[in-house]
T-cell receptor, first 114, second 117 residues
Framework: AQSVTQLDSHVSVSEGTPVLLRCNYSSSYSPSLFWYVQHPNKGLQLLLKYTSAATLVKGINGFEAEFKKSETSFHLTKPSAHMSDAAEYFCVVNHQTGANNLFFGTGTRLTVIP | DTGVSQDPRHKITKRGQNVTFRCDPISEHNRLYWYRQTLGQGPEFLTYFQNEAQLEKSRLLSNRFSAERPKGSFSTLEIQRTEQGDSAMYLC???????????????FGPGTRLTVL
């Protein structure tokens, strides 16, 4: 079985401070892992993906995530938050050998305080 | 570049009515997916097409739901005899099968928000 757990439903940071959004996964197979972002009234956008290459993955808009197999984690980080980062973030798992559906976490709402 | 489009963006209907949503994928994408997202939750997979063939269906897809992709391009999702529990955002995504790649990025549309009164 595959699943992801997003440990925080809501994270609030001040503009210019670091962002940490936590995600733990479980998978019976070698997973592919992703972070998607959802801005209000916009479609889901892929931020970054891990597919068994480098464990530290760089994405768009300065976001990074590190795959840690020993901790079954894939936390999302950014050194300095911008106001435009305020959105809903989803950690997502996909079976490595090509199953086509994505399993989404429940999401973390990021608020950025000016 | 036109992304994935969905129509309508919003639909309000009365319980018991039928509704149909349309999804137009990115033109060269041969895979198309439907997801449902309820308030406060992440999207949940409903069904998937490769070209015109429906290859996978979730147990969430009750017999009141039917999806088609007749010519391997656009897709429709119909819900018959709607119930209040069907109220959700219905998301469509598409991807291009590049063969031998472990993951083909899915591009999402803006969704159709259904409200069943």
């Amino acid at each position: 079985a595959q699943s992801v757990t997003q440990l925080d439903s809501h994270v609030s940071v001040s503009e210019g401070t670091p962002v940490l959004l936590r995600c733990n996964y479980s998978s019976s197979y070698s997973p592919s892992l992703f972070w998607y972002v959802q801005h209000p009234n916009k479609g889901l956008q892929l931020l970054l993906k891990y597919t068994s290459a480098a464990t530290l993955v760089k994405g768009i808009n300065g976001f990074e995530a590190e795959f840690k197999k020993s901790e079954t984690s894939f936390h999302l980080t950014k050194p300095s938050a911008h106001m435009s980062d305020a959105a809903e973030y989803f950690c997502v798992v996909n079976h490595q050998t090509g199953a086509n559906n994505l399993f989404f976490g429940t999401g973390t709402r990021l608020t950025v305080i000016p | 570049d036109t992304g994935v489009s969905q129509d309508p963006r919003h639909k309000i209907t009365k319980r018991g009515q039928n509704v149909t949503f349309r999804c137009d994928p990115i033109s060269e994408h041969n895979r198309l997916y439907w997801y449902r997202q309820t308030l406060g939750q992440g999207p949940e997979f409903l069904t998937y097409f490769q070209n015109e063939a429906q290859l996978e269906k979730s147990r969430l897809l009750s017999n009141r739901f039917s999806a088609e992709r007749p010519k391997g391009s656009f897709s429709t999702l119909e819900i018959q005899r709607t119930e209040q529990g069907d109220s959700a955002m219905y998301l469509c995504a598409s991807s291009k099968d590049r063969g031998g790649v472990s993951y083909n990025e899915q591009f999402f549309g803006p969704g159709t928000r259904l409200t069943v009164l």
